[in-house]
């Protein structure tokens, strides 16, 4: 494996891709039995579909946070503004709250939710700045670096257990090739300490199409690592360390409304004196209590020859590999008080060169985390590190096949695209007409 040596005033979070040829004499189509640890038993939880929109637009709403109150179950809204809740039966009254950036909250009533079918419409707040009950900051940058050295007054300052999902797509162009899903258990630090955080898989499964990989099979190395490092209130060190803060810009952009808290929208990027590639995007700041509610980002790619050396650790002789969009979010919630890393996601576009192809491949990489669940790890353990994901770890190779529509069970996970469910069931076909053809039953 190539080793690539990164300056250290440019931390790149950890995402790395792995370009292998696709070896056999023809394209094969894999399935494996999946886990078998769901038994057959009466469902313990209600399910609760909808979908998210704006109420002039109609617009779907994407991620926004559907969680029941006073509970730490949560979920979040896919790119269709599709949702899918799942509550224990036991719990039959209470309010379910959808909220988004820039809208105002809505409180449902449990009992007024149907089983699907669910359109919760949400309404833009209206930015109204105050001239005397909150004084404007002067200094965007200032803002920003109390915000991060304040993480151990405003976020978690215990140790927590969080339920989280975890889903990899890559698709070639257009169309979906190859998809990941995790149900994994984060042991969570406190923000207050610089102790990274551990991950323990529970469930995972996956489907690959190999026939639309042009002869190579793509792996995202760093697994549900790569989103959780996307947390930099936690992880500040991958992009505003000591040593790099002072090579950004920072400045106000406009404001908007977070549960009736102004939010200042805070531009950042390198300075122009700066060539090594550092980050620009948008981080979403409660200026009165302090705490970074958001943040959307980028890598600034300013050398593609550069860029593939960080990112891209093997690929076929004759082909030229290099990413051309690399793009980060992260996402908080609070509870009581205290916020704590909830939803983020990384994007991945690359670009193959083929020296004896006319045309060349692109293909783009999704991963993205959400925490569903959290309870207080009460005695501060963590699992050994022989039961723990390295941050090396490509989940592609540790899931296994495609098949159980109950796999979940009673977890809740980001309802898959429309897209996605088309490209899965179109490979289950065409899983079961190779078994069909080889005589061979295909689980």
Known sequence: MQQITINIRTRIIVVTLQVLLFLG?????????????????????????????????NKPLVLANISLENSNITTVSNAEGDFSLKIPKDITQGNVIISFLGYRTT????????????????????????EVSVAIPKDAKALVWETLKR????????????????????????????????VVNIYKTPYNTDRRDAITLYKSRK?????????VVLKLQGGPFNTLFVDLVKYPQYIFSD??????????ENYTRINNSLIYVIN??????ITA??????LYIDGERKVLTSAVFSLNITNKEEAARLFVRKKPAKANVWPTDIAYRVDYREKNGKWYYGYSNVLLVFKINWDDKLFNSVYSMTSEMAVTDWEKNTTGDIPKFKN????????????TGFSDPEFWGEYNIIEPEKSIESAIKKIQRQLRRSGDKNNQPVK
């Open 25 to 57: 004499t023809t394209h094969q189509l894999w399935a494996t039995t999946m886990f078998q640890d769901i038994q057959d038993q009466e469902t313990s939880y209600t399910i609760y579909q909808g979908t998210i929109t704006d109420s002039q637009s």
């Open 107 to 130: 409180k449902i009533p449990l009992t007024q939710l149907k089983n699907n079918k669910n359109r919760i419409a949400l309404e833009a707040s209206a930015i109204e700045l105050p």
């Open 151 to 182: 993480r151990g007054d405003n976020y978690f300052d215990e140790p927590t257990i969080m339920t989280a999902f975890y889903r990899e797509t890559i698709k070639k162009r257009r169309k979906n090739v190859s998809l990941s899903e995790a």
């Open 207 to 215: 489907s690959t199409d190999y026939s639309k990989l042009d002869t």
């Open 243 to 252: 040593d790099t803060f002072d090579d950004y810009n920072f400045s106000f």
């Open 268 to 273: 950042f990027k390198q300075k122009e004196t």
């Open 277 to 282: 590639p550092l980050y620009q995007g948008k």
């Open 388 to 399: 723990r994901l390295k941050s090396s770890v490509i989940l592609n190779d540790e899931a």
